[in-house]
């Protein structure tokens, strides 16, 4: 089971992290990824990184500006998000991979947590 948390309101140009911690797994067993999804708009692959963390991936949407993390120790996963846009208003969703190393798709993934709603206003 996984569980995003660290959503909320935030002003244009400001920061959030969000979390993802896993109960009944073990995180470093598994590639990791954030997707979000908007209103009305398919879901999308934000960041993903590897098994070990040594690998990550961003969109270019928001590369400079989010960064993916992970603490294997702590069964805990992160994305900083900064600077962050109107547009980036979502749910923003974790996912883990158990049979690779890295993720870039949604079909990649086999385990999802049930998302945290991140609202930028203007």
């Known amino acids: 089971q996984l569980v995003e948390s660290g959503g909320g309101l935030v002003q244009a140009g400001g920061s959030l992290r969000l979390s993802c911690a896993a109960s009944r797994r073990t995180l470093s067993n598994y590639a990791m990824g954030w997707f979000r999804q908007a209103p009305g708009k398919e879901r999308e692959l934000v960041a993903a990184?590897?098994?070990?963390?040594?690998?990550?991936y961003y969109a270019d949407s928001v590369k400079g500006r989010f960064t993916i993390s992970r603490v294997n120790a702590k069964n805990t996963m992160y994305l900083q998000m900064n600077s962050l846009k109107p547009e980036e208003t979502a749910v923003y969703y974790c996912?883990?991979?158990?049979?690779?190393?890295?993720?870039?798709?949604?079909?990649?993934?086999?385990?999802w947590g049930q998302g945290t709603q991140v609202t930028v206003s203007s």
């Open positions: 996912a883990a991979a158990r049979r690779i190393d890295m993720g870039l798709s949604q079909g990649a993934y086999d385990y």
């Open positions: 990184i590897s098994r070990s963390g040594g690998t990550t």
